[in-house]
Structure formats: structure tokens, C-alpha cells
């Protein structure tokens, strides 16, 4: 090796499957990293001196995909054995030291609880050639203590809490990330203000259950506060959350919502079943009517409001009347857009050993009926936008057939994915080259059950301090945000929602 070769840094790469918890974890995996010195590789590196695994565990074949991924990077490995390969998330928390017994080239095993291990234990393990597992059983720091390499310019996550105290009989997540911890209000508007120092302009409130926030300091309107808070945050245009739970979703939260004006009418709010005994098998501590009154309030006082939503299939001992009462909901709600997964058996959790597993091909033939119900409702719902002007938050990879149709692509106000003409002089608007992070304005012109498109001329483009960093190629970085981290024990295992851990 040259002495060049010898003292250039070593590059890294992360995969990231699963929930938005993991994409804002793999953002701390970057900047932890680059923090220790290693750079990222670039998309044509199929080489890189580091490759971390952020894993998922919510799914049937989490396990699957990951021996798969490890095994095709086994012939990598004995051509370039410099190369250390890390498993963290969700199926590490799980599976622990058995990683290493199935693949025994991995180098490092990581927790959820101890992200900020990672470099230490990379260098460990080449020190001694040996595989280095590390898995505790509660939080070392809170991970918004670790630096963060955000992966967009214009828009980012914000923990409110990580963990969560609710026991859903499908979900394995809550005992691989531990009961709820909360950050305190000021550390969390820290976070906020300091992305937005950078150019960010919309910002996603990021928990388990995020209106249970405040369980730990003992304010059950806690949620509600910091929305109103985010408000008063100059230059922050757009404040999300996700997701919350129906049986802690206060008027209150509504109300914050509807009276600040930066909040986003757009809310995420999962169903899972609309039959009150599937809920109930579930340990869903609300039904049907509980869940569709919160809908019906937060259209009161939001008629653009567009709800997004969760749904499982074929839970075990579900019934033909079961599910057509699903279904029946489903149409009574009018989503804008629902997530739909068919049950997966967890080992671990009450739900796999209970009677009534359903047959796969009964399973496979309700979950067709219910993507054609939720198509057909989200179409007709999406029409009704045609003609109307949008707000649109430029972004970057929403569009995949936007090179070839000349488009761009991003998220209107209520969340709603816009493909939109850039005009007659191709990608300029009135204030010049229309970037990712940069606001357009447009009409709606056609309408599909997943997306609008906009084809005439945009009605206006805002240029932005986003759109700037995105032109010259910076991303956000935020160091740790210091808080009042809570007193942690060890996490009693509880499950968690079955689209991910921030899902519920």
C-alpha cells in the first residue's frame, strides 16, 4: 500500500430499512462517522471501506433480507478484507450475538441503545480481528446528543421521544427500543431553530407516539404546546408529526393545529382494523367510533385536512365480517393515502401464538379488496384538487419518471406528492432556476390515486436559503443537542406498530 493510499480516510456507506425512526438514526450513523473522519463513498464506490446495515425488525422477512444483503457482500469482503461490516437497528437489538454466528465476516453488532459505539467499536475490531458485539439493554446517551448528517437540505426529523409504553399484540418494536423517554421542550426548539439556522424549511416531529409526549414530565397537554411553540419559530414554513395514536389524540392537538399557522394540515393517524374485536385482540385501547370522532372533529376544524393511515390484514381470528367492517370505515374516513400490510407473524410477540392464523390465500384476497377500496377513495378524493393552486416544497427523488417527463416533483402543504412542469424556458421559473428546497406555486391539472400533476406554467417560484444549499451541494449538519436526558433503566419489553417503529 502506498503511504497516499495509507492516509487517505476511509469511506462508508449505510443502508437503511424500516421506519423514519431509522432514517433519522442512519442520519446520526453518517455524522458520527464523518465525526471520526471517514468520508461517504460515492453511488459508483461498489467498494467502500465501511458498509453499516441499519436494520428493521417489524416485518416477516426483516431477517431474510438482511442475510441475504450480508451474503452477497461475503465475496466482497474476501476480495477487499479491509473492509468491516456493521449491523445496527431493530433486528440487532433482536438477534444479538446470532449475527455473527450466521455471518461470520460481520465485524461489528450494534444496538439501539448504543449508536454512538459505533466508531469506537469499528476500530476495536480491527485492532483485534475480531468481531466486536455490543448490545445494552437501555439508552447510553440519548441519540440526540450524537451529531447528525442531515440528508436534505430543505426539510428534516426532530425527536421528540424515543421508546414507547403501549403493548400491541402485532408489534415487536417497543421491547427493542424500550419504554418512552421524552426531550424537554427547550432542547427540542434548539434542534428546531438550529435547523433552521441552516436553511432548513420544514421540519417532522419524529416519536413512537408523539401526542403521548410529556407522559415523563407529567404533562398530558405537553403535544399540543410544543406545536404552538414550533409556530413561533421565524422561518420555519412547515412542522409535521408522526405518528400518533388515537387513544391519546386530544382536542387540544386539534386546535393547535388548526390555530398555528406553520403546522401542516396533514395527519398520519393509523386504524390498523376497523373491527372493535380485532382492536381489541390487538390491545388497540380505542374502536371504531372513538377512532372515526377524532376524524370527524379534526375535519370540523380542518376541512383541507388530508388523513393518511395505517391498516393490517388477516390479524389472526379476523373475520369475513371483520374486515368488511374495515373496509366500511375505510370509506366512512376518506383517506388521502393508506399504508396497507398484510399480518406478519413476530416471534415474541402475544399475536404469534395466537389461535386463528389465517391462510395465506385468505389473507392475500382481502388485502386486494382493500388496495381496490383505498384506490378508488383516494382517487376521488385527489380529483376534487383538480384546478385548485398548490403549494409545493420542491424535493429531490419523489419523482422517479420526472428526468424523462421533463417534471419535478414534491410535497404540497397537506402532503400530497405534485409533479409539476417547470415552464416554457425547462427548469425556470420566475425567480430563475427552480432548485430542491426552493416553493412554486401551481394548478392542479390531472389527478391519480397516489399523486397530482401539474402541467401549465407554475404561478409563482420562490428561490430559497434551501434551494441555495442544495445548489451547492451542502447538506445540514447539526452537532448534539445537549438535553435534560432522563434517568434510564433498563426498558421492560413491550410492543410497537407494524409499518415501523414510528407508526402507531
Known sequence: MTTAAASSPRTYQVRTYGCQMNVHDSERISGLLEGAGYVRATEADDNPDVVVFNTCAVRENADNRLYGNLGHLRPVKARHPE????????????????????????????????????????????????????????????????????????????????????????????????????????????????????????????????????????????????????????????????????????????????????????????????????????????????????????????????????????????????????????????????????YSKRPGTPAATMDGQLPKQVVQERYERLIACVEEITWAENRKLVGETVEVLVAVGEGRKDERTGRMSGRARDGRLVHFATGANGQRGDAGLIRPGDVVHTTVTYAAPHHLNADGEPLSHRRTRAGDAAEAGRAPRTPGVLLGLPTIGAPAAAPAPTTGCAAH
Not at 410544543?226 to 421565524?234: N, Q, S
Not at 398520519?268 to 385482540?281: I, K, T, Y
Not at 389472526?316 to 398484510?342: H, I, K, N
Request: charged share 25%.
Open 83 to 342: 473492509m468491516q461490516i456493521a449491523v445496527g437497528g431493530c433486528l440487532a437489538q433482536k438477534d444479538r450475538g446470532e449475527i455473527v454466528r450466521k455471518a461470520p465476516w460481520v465485524d461489528v453488532v450494534f444496538g439501539t441503545h448504543n449508536i454512538g459505539s459505533l466508531p469506537v467499536l469499528l476500530e476495536r475490531a480491527r485492532h483485534n480481528s475480531a468481531a466486536e458485539v455490543e448490545i445494552l439493554e437501555s439508552l447510553d446517551v440519548f441519540p440526540s446528543t450524537l451529531p447528525t448528517r442531515r440528508e436534505s437540505t430543505y426539510a428534516g426529523w426532530v425527536s421528540i421521544s424515543v421508546g414507547c409504553n403501549n403493548t400491541c399484540t402485532f408489534c415487536i418494536v417497543p421491547s427493542l427500543r424500550g419504554k418512552e423517554k421524552d426531550r424537554r421542550p427547550g432542547d427540542i426548539l434548539s434542534e428546531v431553530r438550529a435547523l433552521v439556522d441552516e436553511g432548513v424549511l420544514e421540519v417532522t416531529l419524529l416519536g413512537q407516539n408523539v401526542n403521548s409526549y410529556g407522559v415523563e414530565f407529567g404533562d398530558r397537554l405537553a403535544f399540543g404546546k410544543l406545536l404552538r411553540a414550533c409556530g413561533d419559530v421565524e422561518g420555519l414554513e412547515r412542522v409535521r408529526f408522526t405518528s400518533p395514536h388515537p387513544k391519546d389524540f386530544t382536542d387540544d392537538v386539534i386546535a393547535a393545529m388548526a390555530e398555528t399557522p406553520n403546522v401542516c394540515h396533514s395527519l398520519h393517524m393509523p386504524l390498523q382494523s376497523g373491527s372493535d374485536d380485532v382492536l381489541r385482540a390487538m390491545r388497540r385501547s380505542y374502536r371504531a367510533e372513538r377512532y372515526l370522532g377524532i376524524i370527524e372533529k379534526v375535519r370540523a376544524a380542518m376541512p383541507d385536512a388530508a388523513i393518511t393511515t395505517d391498516i393490517i390484514v388477516g390479524f389472526p381470528g379476523e373475520t369475513e365480517a371483520d374486515f368488511e367492517r374495515t373496509l366500511d370505515v375505510v370509506r366512512e374516513a376518506r383517506f388521502s393515502s393508506a399504508f396497507t400490510f398484510q
